[in-house]
C-alpha cells in the first residue's frame, strides 16, 4: 500500500472542491481503513462548502462503500475484507464528511458502529446511493401509514424520487409519479408508476383526489411551495412525508390538518433502514440510474447535481 493517496478536499468554507494527495489516515480505536471503491455525490454535500463541517480541510462524500483493509484497536464487528457501507452517521456521534472525513477519496478511516455490511448482488457504484438517497425514501415509506394497496404518490422525480417511485411498487401500493412537464412521463412509468401527474398542465391536488386521494405522499422536490400544496392531494388519514430540504417557510391552515384528518412529518437518513434499504433493492432488483464519475472529476460531478442536470445520481467510482 502506498503512504499516499488521491482525495477531494474543502479547505475551508466556501471554497470549491479541489484534488489533494495526502497521507492515508490510519484507523484509530473502534476504528476500520477502508479502501473505497464508490462514493455517491447528495445535495447534503454542499453542507461541507457552507462551513457546517467542525474543522477544515473536510473530504465530503456520505454515501461510501470500500473493502475494509486495516483494523484499529478494539475492533469487534468487522474483519479485513468485508465489503461495508456508511452513509450520514458516522458513528459514535459523528457525521460522515462534517466530523469526520468522508468518501471522495481512495481511503477512509470509519468507526465500526457507522457501519453496515454490503451483501453481493449490487455493484459498489450502484449500493452507493442507497445509502442516503435510497433509505431516505425506503424508510419513508416503511415507517409510513401506507400498508399494501394504498395510493402513494411521490413529487419530485429526481435522485431520491426515481427510488421512491421504485421501492413503492415494489412493495405493492398504487403509485403516482409527480413532476414538471412531460419529459418524464415515459421513464416514471417504466420506473413503476402507475399514475402520472404533470405539474405544469394539472393542479396537483385535484388529480390526486380524483384518483381518491393519496395515503402517503412523499416530497422530495425542494421547494416549500410545492410541499405547501401537496397537503390537499391527501385523502383519508393521510401523512405528507417531507424528505426535501427546503428554508422557506411552509403554509398552511388548520383545515388542511382537520380534513384527512392528516399529518405531516419529516424524515431524515438514518443508519437504523440503510441494511434494510440495501437488501429489499436486491431482492426487488430496485436499482439507482446513475451517472459514473472519476475521482478527479468530483467537482463537475457535485456542480451538475446541485444544478438537478444528473439522471438521476452522481458515483464517483474509485476503485474496482
Ligand atoms: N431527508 C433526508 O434525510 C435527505 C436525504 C438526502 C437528500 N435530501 C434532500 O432531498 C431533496 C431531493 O434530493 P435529490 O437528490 O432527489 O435532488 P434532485 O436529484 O435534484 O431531485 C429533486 C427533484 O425535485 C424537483 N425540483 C427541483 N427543484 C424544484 C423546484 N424549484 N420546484 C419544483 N420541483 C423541483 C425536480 O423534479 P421534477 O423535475 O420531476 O419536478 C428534481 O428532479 C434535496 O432537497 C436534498 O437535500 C434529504
Ligand atoms: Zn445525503
Known sequence: MNS?????????KGEPMRLVEIPIPQPGEGQVLISVEACGICHGDSKVIEGWASEYPRIPGHEV?????????????????????IGW????GHTTALSIDGGYAEYMVAYEDGLILIPEGITSEEVAPLLC?????????HNSRARMGDFVAVSGIGGLGHLAVQYARKAGFRVAAISRGEEKRELALALGAHIYIDSEKENVQEALQAHGGAKVIIATAPSSKVISSLIGGLGRDGELIIAAVSDEPLNWSAMDFLKGPNAVKGTFTDINEMEAAVRFSILTDVRPMIEVFPLEQ?????????NAKTHFRAVLKIKD
Open 65 to 85: 462503500v470500500g473493502t475494509i483493509v486495516k483494523l484499529g484497536n478494539n475492533v469487534s464487528k468487522w474483519s479485513v475484507g468485508q465489503r461495508v457501507g
Open 89 to 92: 452517521h458516522g458513528g459514535h
Open 4 to 12: 499516499t493517496m488521491r482525495a477531494i478536499q474543502v479547505l475551508a
Open 298 to 306: 468530483a467537482k463537475e460531478a457535485y456542480e451538475k447535481m446541485m
Open 133 to 141: 438517497a435510497g433509505e431516505t425514501v425506503f424508510s419513508a415509506l
